[in-house]
Each structure stands twice: as C-alpha cells, then as structure tokens.
C-alpha cells in the first residue's frame, strides 16, 4: 500500500507528437493513497505558434508562454520528479508518447517511469458503452468540476485523483490531504516506513471477540463497501 504513484497531465498545442509542443506539464505524487504534496507544475514555451483551436480548449496564449522555459531547461527535472515511479493519466497513451517525443528532442532516451496506468481504459471496462471523458467521470462520481472551465495539467491532475480512486473502489481506504490533519498523516507515513523497514514476522490471528466487533462493524456499512465486498473473503482466509 506505500506504492508511489505520479499523477500527470499536459497541454499541448496539438494532437500530433511529431510535429505540436508541450505547452503545460502537472504532476501530482501520492504514497500509500495520500498525496504527500510533492507537485511538478511547469509553463512551457512550445517555440511554435499557438493554433486557435488549441487555446480554446486550455486558454494558453503565445504571450503568455513567450517568457517560459522551453521543455529542455525543464526536461531533467521532471524525469527526477518522476523516479521511475508508475504514472497514472487519463487517456494516457496521449500524455505518454508527446512526453517521450519531446525527451528525445533532448537527447533522453530513458522512459522515466516503472509502469503506466490509464484512467479511461479502466473506465471503459467497468462502464461498457458509458461516456469515459474525465468529465463524464467527474460528474459520475459526483465530483465537483466547477473550477474545469478550461483544461490545466495540474488541475486535470489533481481531478484526476479521485477519479482513479473511484474507479478502483479504494475511495473509503484513503487518506486524503484534504480529510487528514497534519498529525494523521505524520502517522500514516511513520507506519508506511516502519512496515517496510522490520521483516514481517508472520500473521496475527484476531481473536474471536475481536472478530466478532470486525463483523459488526462490517454490518453497518453500505452494501457497495469495499470492506463489505471483501468480508466473506477475509473471513474464509482466518478460518482456513
């Protein structure tokens, strides 16, 4: 559960690896489900004209990129961010290969993360036939979109976020920055290093007063529970 994962979006002037520029990168970092608040956020200067129809869809102006770094200045610092890390995008292949093509104009050719996972593909599995936009998504999931008045990597990022949780079912396990204090999370990330600093040193069997508060527990909650979904499964696991 410590895994690491990036969550990433860009803006582009185009759909076209070969020929369009990133404009804009977003990436977010989660440990064990918790946003630690490590973010990579970076204008670019694409050195090319920014077609109409492009900054429609995510407001970025030529004046506005005129004075930002090209990709090159940037470029090592965002495959440091990313660590080899798994990267999580919607609609990932997109982000993915405009990301390498413009590594390679830099003379990178190391892939800088460890996997990647793809949002809209999950989506189209556990919703067959539904609309798998992030929007779509968004409004499934009841979250509020009010600030997506334009795409941003970054905020399409930070969207993105509860989204991937959603559609995995892992939503009632996380701790999010947002519903955790300070403290909390202190302990959460002490326990993360702990479990995987000392060797595991076999299985604790509840006792049957403990298991006997789990399953009432268990009882109270909603039949979609993730916890309720994998209580016959668990239960079978102790008793073997």
């Known amino acids: 559960m410590n895994e690491r994962l990036i969550f990433f ?53 030529d004046e506005f990129l005129a004075d930002k770094p090209i990709f090159n200045e940037i470029a090592l610092d965002l495959v440091d961010f990313i660590g080899g890390a798994k990267v999580v995008a919607h609609n990932a292949s997109f982000d993915v290969e405009f990301i390498l093509a413009e590594l390679r104009r830099c003379g990178i050719s190391t892939v800088p993360w460890s996997g990647t996972v793809d ?16 929007n779509a998504l968004l409004d499934r999931f009841n979250i509020d979109r ?29 701790l999010t920055t947002e519903k955790a204090e300070p403290e909390q999370r202190k302990i959460v990330a002490a326990a ?6 000392f060797p595991r040193r076999g299985v ?14 268990i009882g109270k909650l909603g039949d979609e529970a993730v916890w309720k979904r994998w209580a016959s499964t668990v239960d ?4 073997a």
């Open 236 to 239: 079978q696991g102790l008793n």
């Open 9 to 61: 979006d860009t803006e582009t002037t185009g759909v076209n690896k070969a020929t369009d520029r990133i404009c804009e990168v977003g990436l977010i970092e989660t440990v064990g489900l918790v946003e630690t608040g490590n973010v990579f956020h970076r204008y670019i200067n694409p050195q090319q004209k920014m077609p109409a129809e492009a900054q429609e869809i995510h407001g970025l102006s």
């Open 146 to 174: 009010s600030s997506r008045t334009l795409h941003g990597a970054l905020l399409d990022s930070q969207l993105l976020i509860p989204v991937y949780f959603k559609l995995l079912g892992l939503d009632q396990l996380q």
């Open 204 to 217: 604790i069997q509840p006792s049957p007063e403990e298991m006997e508060q789990h399953r009432a527990f």
């Open 192 to 197: 993360g290093a702990l479990q995987s600093w």
């Open 119 to 134: 949002t809209l593909l999950i989506a189209r599995q556990r919703f067959p036939g539904s609309p798998a936009s992030l």
